[in-house]
């Protein structure tokens, strides 16, 4: 149920004054449109999306953190 | 990059160090996609080799969600609403019926991915649109933001539960005892890291919170484990990727706005405090249960679990899918008796479905 995958923002959708934040999102291929109202996501971000909703941009720096906090462990 | 995030040399390496200490450690976990990747990845048999066991907790929304909340949206249903909800829900049984069951007598019960999708259909019908709303903190701040736009001949009918009060609630019914917590790491995506330190500092546990690739469950257990032998106590966090210290406040603050804490029973456990949501005051007329008082007043069911099903043992951790007499004979995921067989994140899905705990 809480599963999240993550995806790369392409697209923001401006949309009129009042509608909701969407994205267009590519999950490794495949393109989907997302609610980011719950995030203030860019283009470019890669971004956390559960149930149509972008819940979290992924911090890349962290991502790259723990590989290398776990290459670290194999030395 | 997921297969970066999967390195067999360094988890067979990380599973002889822990092998190595030797603990013997009964740790619990209350995420359904935590238990997948520990039976999928055969991750909890390597873990047990080592001394490890590691327990599903009440980690799935659609298993814990009581019969009475499915008798409500399946009488709405017949009442003629529009019922929608997540697919894993669809079959999971009530006191007798599913809404699956309900849809074959010709309701018109829909299957979406998100409310968004839900806010659709709405758009298209004159009919009421009553979306069946079921999820941990993840999930809750989807529904909330789709409140604060207040769409028309909409309304919810809210299962949405708080996981560290029913983790509070485990410890402090003391049937077993937990020597750390994974802690579930899209639900923390929400939370943040505090959210859980009342659970370290009062009742003296340790807790990592994890994502979901194989080596971010081993990590976890192995920060866990080195706590444990520093005599720490204290919430740490191997999915910094993506789970901040504070959370998503953005998230928090929409959850906030709408929904207020309420005390909430799950399956398997007596009533929690504060531990379930519901909408507040000024957003009451999205609220089923207010809306259609009337029509649910005639749900009062004394529900008890089907006989031999032992879902509710199975959510607090006492006991394996397999020790279940019922499991794998007459309760499969074609013909489940339990919710836990119904879910792909439940404990006797996944178990049947890998062919191991």
Partial sequence: MCLAIPAKVVEISKGKEGTRAKAKADFGGVSRESDISLVDAKIDDYVIVHAGFAIEIMDEHEAKETLELWRELLE | ????????????????????????????????????????????????????????????????????????????????????????????????????????????????????????????????????????????????????????????????????????????????????????????????????????????????????????VLIGVYMLAMQIIRGETRVENEYKRVVKPEGNEKAQHTLGEVFEPTECSWRGFPAISDSGLKLRGEFEEYDARKRYEDELSTVDIDYKEPEGCRCGKILRGLVYPDECPLFGKVCTPQHPVGACMVSREGSCNITFRYGER
Avoid: W
């Fill in chain 2, 1 to 216: 990059m997921m297969f970066r995030y999967r390195n067999e040399v360094l988890a067979k390496e990380r599973l002889e160090k822990l092998k190595d200490l030797n603990l013997n450690l009964r740790l619990m976990h209350v995420c359904g996609t935590h238990q997948d990747t520990l039976v999928k990845f055969g991750l909890n048999s390597m873990l047990k080799e080592a001394g490890i066991e590691v327990r599903p907790g009440p980690g799935c929304p659609v298993c814990v969600t009581t019969a009475k909340e499915i008798e409500e949206a399946i009488i709405l249903a017949r009442k003629g609403k529009v019922v929608a909800t997540f697919g894993d829900m669809f079959r999971v049984p009530g006191e007798r019926l599913s809404l699956a069951d309900v849809r074959a007598e010709g309701f018109d019960v829909r299957m979406v991915y998100s409310i968004t999708d839900c806010i659709s259909i709405a758009e298209k019908t004159n009919k009421e649109v009553v979306f069946f709303s079921i999820g941990f903190e993840t999930t809750a701040p989807t529904t909330a933001s789709v409140i604060l736009t207040r769409p028309k001949n909409f309304s919810i009918l809210s299962a949405h539960r708080l996981i560290p009060p029913a983790m509070e609630a485990l410890i402090k019914m003391g049937e077993m005892k937990i020597d750390g917590f994974i802690n579930p790491g899209h639900v923390s995506t929400i939370i943040g890291e505090r959210a859980y330190e009342f659970i370290s500092k009062r009742y003296k546990i340790p807790q990592v919170i994890a994502g979901f690739e194989p080596l971010d």
